[in-house]
């Protein structure tokens, strides 16, 4: 069965693509579907299948990269192979479907902070599982996507407080982090105190009871680890 979203935009699509009079309809379509209950969960339903598609070919492209084991040092080459790693697309097609869901339409400048968590997260979680060490390159490349996402969220929602809240977000962690680890010498790698400003800033940038919680939760999974 087509879904209805799908449906609506081939109905309108011609050997040409779509004419304005076509784009026109469609707008009006999708106005009339987003004042129906019905039609506002297809269009949540809509969004989070096109972000886990999305999410399960980054996390196929994830797997490929991770494949050759380039990220291992000379002195980790020995190391036994981490397997196939399957894992890997479902979690990042699973994160990023629930995060579309989650900020569906209203609210969907969330997504370019919160996003980039559910595709580098499952690869930086691969690399600790078999090297017990998380790349700084890596960890640059994700920072910048989430500094990116945070201020491109801020113009876009014409919300000065996404970024507000994710520099504070950023900064607490990274101080938590910092006397947990006085607290507690060798508890915590400083791999994990580079990302912890990371995960305090996307998820600040949604709001300060997301951070704090998820905050709490990697800490409990460091500690565990």
């Known amino acids: 069965m087509t879904h209805p979203i799908v449906?609506?935009?081939?109905?309108?699509?011609?050997?040409?693509?779509?004419?304005?009079?076509?784009?026109?309809?469609?707008?009006d379509a999708f106005r009339a579907i987003a004042r129906d209950p019905a039609g506002v969960v297809a269009i949540y339903e809509t969004i989070g299948l096109l972000a886990s598609l999305a999410g399960v070919l980054i996390g196929f492209v994830v797997r490929w990269r991770l494949?050759?084991?380039?990220?291992?040092?000379?002195?980790e080459v020995g190391q036994p192979h981490p397997g196939p790693r399957w894992w890997i697309p479902l979690a990042t097609a699973t994160a990023s479907g629930l995060l579309a869901w989650r900020f569906g339409v209203d609210r969907w400048?969330?997504?370019?902070?919160?996003?980039?968590?559910?595709?580098?997260?499952?690869?930086?979680?691969a690399i600790d599982l078999?090297?017990?060490?998380?790349?700084?390159?890596?960890?640059?490349?994700?920072?910048?996507?989430?500094?990116?996402?945070?201020?491109?969220?801020?113009?876009i929602a014409d919300d000065a407080a996404i970024a507000i809240r994710a520099?504070?977000?950023?900064?607490v962690a990274f101080a938590v982090f910092w006397v947990l680890d006085r607290l507690r010498p060798g508890g915590f790698g400083w791999g994990d105190g580079k990302y912890v400003p990371?995960?305090?800033?996307?998820?600040?940038?949604v709001s300060l009871t997301?951070?704090?919680?998820?905050f709490l939760l990697a800490c409990l999974a460091a500690v565990m680890a």
């Not at 494949?67 to 002195?75: E, G, K, P």
């Not at 400048?109 to 979680?125: I, Y």
């Not at 997301?210 to 998820?214: G, L």
Request: proline share 5%; with cysteine.
């Open 7 to 27: 449906a609506l935009v081939l109905s309108k699509q011609t050997s040409d693509g779509f004419t304005d009079g076509a784009l026109l309809e469609l707008a």
């Open 67 to 75: 494949s050759a084991l380039a990220y291992r040092h000379d002195a």
């Open 109 to 125: 400048p969330l997504l370019l902070p919160t996003l980039p968590l559910a595709w580098c997260g499952p690869w930086l979680s």
């Open 130 to 155: 078999d090297v017990r060490r998380l790349p700084n390159r890596l960890l640059a490349a994700h920072a910048a996507l989430v500094a990116a996402g945070v201020g491109a969220a801020a113009v």
């Open 167 to 171: 520099a504070l977000g950023g900064a």
């Open 198 to 205: 990371i995960l305090g800033a996307a998820t600040a940038a």
């Open 210 to 214: 997301v951070a704090w919680w998820t």
